[in-house]
Nanobody, 115 residues
Framework: QVQLVESGGGLVQPGGSLRLSCAAS????????MGWYRQAPGKQRELVAT???????NYADSVKGRFTISRDNAKNTVYLQMNSLKPEDTAVYYC?????????WGQGTQVTVSS
């Protein structure tokens, strides 16, 4: 099974940028659809962006035009480039991998947008 480890979170000012990375432990990474979700305090976990094995992407309306998801199958890694960050983007961001009925989650990385 795939194990996922996120990195790249931190504190950033409004309008700033961060790039999150999610490294997978297995070389079969290319067979998984990947995604980023986030959960703010007191709120439910929500979809941020997904990317299929073929590279098709989907974004939440709240991040369209600001965030970009990408994957590097040679490095078993999926990325989330976040630009023009807003305070409402503050949350724990989770990496997700899906293949058929199998779903895996990473441990999450905190993103805080504040001046």
């Amino acid at each position: 099974q795939v194990q996922l480890v996120e990195s790249g979170g931190g504190l950033v000012q409004p309008g700033g940028s961060l790039r999150l990375s999610c490294a997978a432990s297995r070389s079969i990474f290319s067979m998984y659809a990947m995604g980023w979700y986030r959960q703010a305090p007191g709120k439910q976990r929500e979809l941020v962006a997904t990317i299929t094995t073929g590279g098709s992407t989907n974004y939440a309306d709240s991040v369209k035009g600001r965030f970009t998801i990408s994957r590097d199958n040679a490095k078993n890694t999926v990325y989330l480039q976040m630009n023009s960050l807003k305070p409402e983007d503050t949350a724990v961001y989770y990496c997700n991998a899906k293949m058929g009925a199998v779903t895996k989650w990473g441990q999450g990385t905190q993103v805080t947008v504040s001046s």
